[in-house]
């Protein structure tokens, strides 16, 4: 073969894999999620079968996300789509009945699961004391559920390539065993008196409960609330007899509250971990770093 037709066989072989590759995104399944996590979820068991979008951006807090018209358009076209529920997302229910689409599955994906609730010990300024907590994505056993639940909707919705969706489910859940097991380990290198969380907003709830560490308290019980001087002065008196070394917030917060409380308490300010949203690039752009990110994190901090 002369190189003449060496490049026209390339050029050929390169076209075609185009034209595979435009027929492939032309039958993939079209996935709206309510935000980045579950988004991250739906690309690692969808693969190539799917497009999926999330309808509060990276850095957009899911809590106050506010819809917008392409909000809607986009949950139009969608084919399936999920949302966490557990009054996470509290701009949810008039938007999806806004966009009419009964002939969609819809999947909350927490419905059913043991929920923790907010703590009845007077810090739940705006939020009342047994409200559901919907973090439950940060506690890695649950996102197995998460991805579980996943699977079966896209198999379900997609069952020529159900076979798939069940592989990848496979394997992204012993993936998330492995962290699982990683977590501990590094959680297991804080001493044990000081295994102790103070956070913005409560959101840490369940990853507090798997590996071992206690909440001992939280500016905000959700985003957009204000704190009572009073909460606040009992959370730095609480801080200091604890002997807490570290507060943390998220990086889509305003860090001044805690600031304020971390100079009260005299104590290390932490404002870069991850719950509801991943972040555009490094350090959180997906689950898995994610969690790695905020264990890291966290445990250099109270160490």
Do not use: C
Request: glycine share 8%.
């Amino acid at each position: 073969m002369n190189a003449l037709a060496l490049v026209a066989g390339l050029l050929l072989a390169a076209a075609s894999a185009v034209a595979g590759q435009a027929g492939a995104d032309s039958v993939a399944l079209t996935v709206v999620t309510s935000n980045t996590v579950l988004a991250d979820f739906v690309r690692n068991v969808g693969g190539a079968q799917v497009r999926v979008r999330a309808l509060a951006p990276a850095g957009t807090d899911p809590h106050t996300f506010q819809p917008t018209p392409d909000t809607i358009r986009t949950l139009s076209r969608a084919q399936v789509i999920f949302f966490n529920g557990a009054g996470l997302e509290a701009w949810w229910g008039k938007t999806i009945q806004s966009v009419g689409r009964s002939d969609v599955p819809v999947v909350e994906l927490s419905k059913g699961l043991a929920t923790l609730h907010t703590p009845g010990d007077g810090q739940t300024d705006g939020r009342r004391a047994g409200e559901p907590d919907p973090h439950l994505w940060l506690d890695p056993m649950l996102a197995k559920e998460y991805v579980a639940r996943i699977g079966d909707a896209l198999a379900k919705a997609d069952a020529a390539n159900a076979a798939g969706y069940r592989e990848r489910t496979a394997r992204y859940a012993a993936t998330l065993d492995d962290l699982d097991a990683w977590i501990r380990d590094q959680v297991a290198r804080i001493p044990v008196d000081r295994r102790k969380l103070v956070t913005f907003h409560n959101a840490f709830q369940y990853f507090a409960r798997r590996y071992g560490l206690a909440v001992t308290g939280y500016i905000v019980p959700s985003p957009g609330k204000e704190p009572s001087a009073r909460s606040l002065a009992e959370l730095v008196r609480r801080i200091r007899e604890e002997k807490i070394p570290a507060v943390f917030a998220e990086a889509d917060f305003n860090p001044k509250l805690l600031a304020v409380l971390g100079r009260d308490a005299g104590v290390k300010v932490v404002t870069n971990l991850y719950d509801g949203s991943l972040s555009n690039g490094a350090p959180a752009d997906t689950y898995l770093h994610m969690m790695r990110h905020n264990v890291s994190t966290i445990v250099n901090a109270l160490r």
